[in-house]
């Protein structure tokens, strides 16, 4: 097939609701295809999640149809008159210009024709009374006016201000120099920037990157309220569920979409894997049966079973081969696992307080936390979350206040910054030095598990990326076996689908966590209880980040009230938990009793029936071999003279071998048919 060099081309005849479409899209690095041939369009108002693993080729895609970089093969067409803004990862933002100016010339058309409005203004004062320029001015005016109040232009200033407080800049910032700012900060600049052009397609490339909850949230109620397209790279699936509509993944650089929010997708993916991973093993099952079967015919030695052989041959050959589906062995195996068990009790605070350079982080902080449960603390930036966790494990002394360990707790650290790794250890030299007792078979084995394989061992931490810092903690964490986790931003650097290992790591831990994320869906998915710190204190919410945002919600909840109610709340709701779970386990013990009996019964049948068919396939193997070795036989006698010159004793040989070679064919097609039954049946299982 020939594929034209792609072009961004203007398309003047689309369907008014077609926007963009992409045409076998091929793009590669030094020889190593990133994307191949990836095709999709896009309609105005969708909403389009980018997804898969780090390296997928997700950015590329956005530089390719954003115009940064031109693919190898393929087409980007986008119809005409829609206006496109990219926003990057790290974008180069330099400018002498302050915050608020910056953010506000991007709506430069609308200033140019405010100030033609504030000159028209001026004109008609000095022109004439009754003047044809009078009227021809007051004309001008009236229709540019018109147009003004149509593009929001009388609100453009306050716009600016809602939308740099939305993303976290503080009224004092605004004066600031972008040239002055920090990495993050001119990533949200940027951000901002974009929104306020308003384009007919944005391309965001994570754009949640260096925005706390509160600001996360406020972009997701803008996107969904936003009259435009949407193309969305990002690595929040809480803020993917409620932005996206459609999601396009890629695996392998190739793509496929799915309908609905990143939930729907990652189940309805679940699901079309589990099936594809099927029909490849019984691809690959039903390959190996064919060989099998044709080595088998090819030992007979007969003309027949080698020409029966070759005619299987021909039609594997030709037989379709089911692609392996691309399952990346970037799956960490993470099980935490505590040495001993805790008591009840894990860990109780009174009246903690914490202040740095005379500014009050926050105080009177009660904490009760029980065995098992999963804690979420939260909040803006620079609250007081991270050093909370520095107080429980001994790194920061509070200013006030009373803190204590129940009996047998442990606790493990895992620090965002990853402090506790040493730069100058090679990745083996991490685990060795603290775990001496482990043999080098075991830490190799267990760096492996982490992804750290081959050469990766004898990197030096220090020039480990972000996400390899990660995944070493958390085999440090891992191997600690502590019964009380402290975490803070745990995962950061993380892909999904190692966030996803580690959500199910720890809703399976039996021991307790503590930890501090911006990352909602992992909250929404380990939370049992989440504590916001608002206003210096800590507000307690028993459930998840959905039960949070509900509370948040009700106009009843009181925000305000102390932690010793809600550590009352806490234990009814612990309590009643008790009673379902007491009732959940008597009927899970009579269904599995139930279901017990019933798989006995069936294991039982199976058993038999597995037996039946191996007994027959080898009945059928042991008569092959007595026919075979009777036509030896017959062939050995006719080879003696005194049989060769009897006629009416060869005739007899001869009639008899060609009775036993028509029985050995109809043995070798039993012999095809129940390995196919027996093939077939041990698959199934």
């Not at 693993?53 to 970089?69: D, M, P, V, Y």
């Not at 990862?89 to 608020?100: A, F, G």
């Not at 999601?247 to 309908?259: K, N, P, Q, W």
């Not at 612990?574 to 279901?595: C, N, P, T, Y």
Request: some cysteine; aromatic content about 8%; charged content about 35%.
């Amino acid at each position: 097939m020939h594929w034209h060099k792609a072009r961004l081309i203007q398309i003047k005849d689309f369907d008014r609701y077609m926007i963009l479409a992409v045409s076998g899209l091929y793009k590669s690095y030094d020889g190593t295809d990133i994307l191949k041939d990836i095709s999709f369009h896009m309609e105005a108002n969708d909403r389009l999640a980018v997804t898969g693993i780090n390296g997928a080729g997700k950015s590329t895609l956005l530089r390719l149809i954003s115009g940064r970089e031109q693919p190898d093969e393929g087409s980007i067409s986008l119809s005409k008159d829609v206006s496109l803004a990219y926003l990057e990862q790290n974008p180069e933002t330099d400018s002498e210009k302050t915050i608020y100016d910056e953010v506000l010339s991007a709506k430069a058309e609308l200033l140019d024709m405010e100030e033609e409005l504030r000159k028209l203004e001026l004109r008609m004062k000095e022109a004439a009374e009754d003047s044809s320029e009078l009227e021809s001015i007051y004309d001008r005016y009236n229709r540019l006016s018109h147009e003004f109040e149509q593009r929001d232009g009388y609100a453009v200033r306050s716009n600016v201000v809602g939308m740099l407080k939305g993303l976290g800049f503080s009224e004092e910032e605004f004066g600031k120099q972008v040239s002055k700012l920090s990495g993050g900060q001119k990533t949200r600049l940027a951000l901002a920037r974009i929104l306020m052009e308003e384009p007919g397609l944005l391309l965001l490339d994570e754009p949640t990157n260096h925005l706390d909850i509160s600001s996360v949230s406020w972009l997701e109620s803008y996107l969904r309220g936003y009259r435009g397209a949407l193309i969305i790279v990002s690595h929040d699936r809480y803020f993917l569920d409620r932005v996206a509509d459609k999601v396009l993944d890629i695996e392998a650089g190739r793509a496929r979409l799915y309908v609905g929010n990143y939930t729907a997708f990652a189940e309805k993916k679940a699901i079309i894997r589990k099936d594809m991973m099927k029909a490849y093993l019984n691809n690959q099952a039903e390959i190996r049966h064919q060989q099998e079967v044709i080595e088998k015919l090819r030992r007979f030695n007969r003309e027949k079973s080698i020409k029966r052989a070759e005619s299987r041959e021909k039609l594997l050959s030709r037989m379709e081969k089911v692609e392996k589906p691309f399952d990346v062995d970037d799956a960490m195996r993470l099980r935490f696992a505590p040495r001993r068990q805790s008591g009840n009790d894990v860990l109780m605070a009174t009246g903690l307080s914490k202040a740095y350079s005379g500014r009050q982080l926050f105080s009177g902080v009660d904490l009760d936390i029980k065995r098992g449960e999963k804690v979420a603390v939260i909040g803006p930036n620079g609250t007081g979350k991270t050093t909370l966790l520095k107080i429980i494990c001994g790194l920061v002394p509070a200013d006030s206040g009373e803190l204590s360990f129940g009996s047998r707790v442990e606790t493990a650290y895992y620090d965002q910054e990853h402090h506790e790794l040493d730069p100058t250890n090679t990745v083996f030299e991490e685990i060795s030095d603290a775990y001496p007792d482990m043999s080098n078979t075991e830490i190799r084995n267990l760096l492996a598990s982490f992804l750290f394989t081959g050469d990766d061992v004898f990197k030096s931490v220090g020039d480990l990326s972000g996400g390899e810092q990660g995944r070493l903690s958390l085999s440090k964490l891992m191997l600690s076996r502590a019964n009380l986790l402290l975490l803070d931003e745990p995962t950061n650097h993380l892909d999904i689908t190692s966030k996803d290992i580690l959500e199910e790591a720890i809703r399976n831990y039996e021991g307790t966590v503590i930890y501090v994320s911006h990352d909602r869906y992992f909250i929404n998915r380990t939370a049992t209880r989440i504590l916001e710190l608002w206003d210096g204190s800590f507000v307690n919410y028993i459930g998840n980040y959905d039960y949070y945002l509900e509370k948040k919600a009700d106009p009843d909840f009181d925000r305000e009230k102390s932690l010793s109610g809600a550590r009352t709340e806490a234990k009814e709701v612990q309590k009643d938990r008790l009673s379902e779970s007491v009732i959940g386990i008597r009927d899970h013990i009579r269904a599995e009793e139930s279901r017990s009996r019933q798989s006995f019964e069936e294991q039982k049948q199976r058993k038999a029936r597995l037996q039946k068919l191996r007994t027959a396939l080898g009945s059928c193997e042991r008569d092959i071999k007595e026919l075979e070795q009777q036509i030896f036989e017959i062939d050995e006698l006719m080879t003696h003279d005194e049989i060769a010159r009897n006629s009416a004793k060869l005739n007899e040989l001869t009639a008899s071998r060609t009775a036993l070679e028509d029985r050995l064919s109809e043995l070798y097609e039993l012999w095809e048919q129940r390995a196919e039954e027996l093939e077939e049946f041990t698959s199934a299982e």
